[in-house]
């Protein structure tokens, strides 16, 4: 068991996580890196045919072919989302291959992944590092996993790789079209997602690459979102994912009076605050209440007239309706989530596709989130301090990943819109369950029950004062949640850590305990 | 004077080179690389400007906020080629800032930058290392340099930095189109010149960069073919480049019944070998002769109702119309001549704009050139083991870059395109002044007189047998040269070496010696 410290967030984190030193949270700002980007062997011509045809017959034998090996980084990437097959496979190879020990660093795990149980149990897999939604959080809250789960957002996984802080040995990147040369697309094909980005990491830096798509095409694949010059083995397969469990046929807004409320109020919220203004930029996601969002802030910009200079996604069919209409000029998109998205995405050359380099890597030189004017976002938890947390539930389980996530919370305005209560449960706590993201960088939290802006924010205060909002102290809030649901008890946790939560700095933030 | 040493190729080349252990050719396929790739300091958002907003006033207030310092590396690009005003700020600035010893490492230059004469012979600049083209070559070759030049092909440039074997300190993008934030393309602007893909391993691994543009526009730049996130300042100035002088407004075809034989015998030739066959591929230039070899090859291709699922650029109006008549799918383009091709790729998806790493970088996971079919170029001098030169004249001076010449030697097919003399002096000759192309790789020599088949290449020999091209051993079509135009003198060159002629896996080739 690790030495365990208490951090800047006062957090008590492992100063050691799965052998590796990591420091612990310090600050906003407190945090410089040191040292060079990570830096992998150069490759030769010599080592790869000729006539740019890198296809192996099957997983096992390209896994075999890169040298897979007990106690390896494997990677795989979350574009096909609960409709991915392709990282099953890797594991199940692996498995026959006889390989043990292996990390799997995922961008994000689903529960279709839960295949991945049994090669825990069995030792295949030793732990992973990565989002883990649904029952491989379960398992790992649990404490059944031999090391520690690494929570990191899509910025930090960019940034750890990029350090040298994860080395990845084998990538397996599931691609909805490809060339035998290995460049890739997720725009087209049967199992079109929209673009590749989370996987681009893991292209430039892993030792060993393994594209596998069900949609060879001749050389070249265009466009080449992956490319194939980074690639080692190209694997032809009937199917690497289920369409209807990659991206939506059709989007659906919530139908809930409350989340509409929510998403309501947060539109007027941005427009009373002057922040929708000629030019302006949001970043908002598919889920039902932000996409409400969406439509009351169209609604809102035509009234004044406004358009905005760039959008940005998870896109969704009202997002490339606006692009469309004239409504936004650009969407820069890190993940589309429904058909629209990825139809304008392999058509419209306005709607780029982008990566967490660009969007989310803390340690570049600069990276677009900071100049998002508005970012809307979910949460779990959030408490008096404006600290959130989006991982675990108040009962402390790890269900959710960080996603984008803590990468957005550098908007220029980054507002929460969340119920005020879940199954009678309370989101606004004393203290969150744990820390994911730090309360100087949540600007607004929108309820049904009323917008609470962070006392810090008194330029907000000031320009939506006299709007007729319902702005309202955080803690008068809570005090009214608390009449009505009453304060649960809170859980009580092990002294165990299953999972830590890093920031976008690659300092540990938080801890995640056994349940 | 550094030890010199004779290479695998028979020539005798120094094995250090300004100041760097060199390893002398080894033969095709003979060096293997090791260690691992150029490693850039890790960067931090913390020093780059939340807004995203790099501007710096003028060339000077960025190179001095950057560090620019005695004996760095400071580098530029070519795409604005004679029309470039850029490079010629960056030393005019660097003299203003009291600067010495500077490297200048620009992928190519031209006549337009001998105003850098005044700044190597002043002590600002050391030396030079990448093509010179005309006036600073015949610099260079009278030994006037402090340095040695260092002659590398476009994807030996990028072989040079990424291996850490050139380290950028200081790299200067101009760019057409630029945001703030330092995201830039070459494809719009008034100085629009295609694509940037010159610049991109230097806006990858050099440690500082700067983008110099004429046209700002507010973020996002789209396309994004330099990422600002790997940008530290954004210079806005009057104007980079002289339009006239970047690309041609119309593309001149050869006038010349020789030259106009050379492209229809080559272009014969493909048909005849069967290489011109349903889904074929081949890159030729715009240059007069190999703009001639595309019209007649697009002749033969309607005639046997065949078309090509990619040509590779310089792209040009006749290419850009074989795509947007379908007689090819893809254009893949590492540099665009003429204003329909720089029109075609800003609008045009299938218009594709490439770079040295997936185009000719030896040292990656293979790479675009080796599986095109033809590729026809052209050359000073051929010898009579097919040996090739492209950088000197049968006088010894250095005139011309090696541009993407030698990594187009890699194709199924290369073809050199030559007069069979020049000014009365025969191209053929016993042994090239400067070997820049080995002649294994050389398959087919074509002259107005003759086509010269290397007989290594048996298959292609026995292909054409019977077709009527007038297939000649070279040996002969020297000799007829000699008896028209006597055997010219060789120059008398001294000893001193004034440059290096690098092959494709960082090996030296040859040497270029002081006249």
Known sequence: M????????????????????????RGLGGHRPTGRKAAPAVATCLDYPEDGDKRAPTLKEALAKVGLADGMV???????????????????????????????????????????????????????????????????????????GVLRSHGGRWQAIQDGEVHV?????????????????????????GLLGFALADSLYADRVIVVTDNLVPFPCIPWQIQGNNVDAVVPVPSIGDPAKIVSGT?????????????????RFCAAAGIMRPGFSFQAGAGGTTLAFTIYLRELMRSA???????????????????????????????????????????????????????YNFHGKGNFASFVDIAVLGA?????????????????????????????????????????????IPVIVDEVTTLCGPGELVDVVVTERGIAVNPRRQDLLDAVSGSGLPIRPIADLKAELDRLCGVPSRPTLSDQPVAVVKWVDGTVLDTVWRV
């Open 380 to 424: 779990t938890e959030v408490d008096l301090g404006f600290n959130a947390n989006v991982v675990t539930h108040s009962d402390g389980r790890l269900l959710h990943g960080i996603g984008g996530w803590q990468n957005c919370l550098a908007a220029r305005c980054a507002m929460l819109l969340v119920p005020s209560f879940r199954d009678r």
């Open 74 to 148: 494997v990677s795989s990437h979350h574009h096909l989302r609960n409709g991915d097959l392709v990282a099953n496979m890797v594991f199940d190879a692996a498995a026959e291959l006889g390989v043990r020990d292996l990390m799997w660093f995922p961008s994000a795990s689903f529960p279709v992944h839960s295949n991945q149980i049994r090669h825990l149990d069995s030792g295949v897999l030793h732990h992973i590092e990565g989002s883990m939604n649904g029952p491989l959080g379960d398992y790992c809250s649990q404490g059944r996993m031999r090391g520690l």
């Open 2 to 25: 690790s030495a365990l410290e208490r951090n800047a967030a006062g957090r008590l984190v492992p100063t050691s996580v799965n052998g590796r030193e990591m420091a612990p949270y």
């Open 251 to 267: 989007t659906v807004v919530t139908q809930s009076p409350d989340r509409r409320r929510i998403a309501e109020l947060a539109a």
């Open 305 to 359: 007239g406004v358009t905005a200079r760039f959008a940005r996604g998870g896109s969704n069919t009202v997002m490339v309706d606006m692009l469309r209409a004239g409504e936004v000029e650009y969407i820069l998109d890190g993940q589309t989530f429904d058909l629209d998205g990825v139809t304008s995405m392999a058509s419209d050359p306005r709607h780029v596709n982008t990566s967490p380099f660009t969007s």
């Open 169 to 193: 040995d084998v990538a397996v990147i599931a691609a909805p079209t490809a060339d035998p040369f290995g460049n890739a697309t997720g725009d087209r094909g049967p199992a079109a997602c």
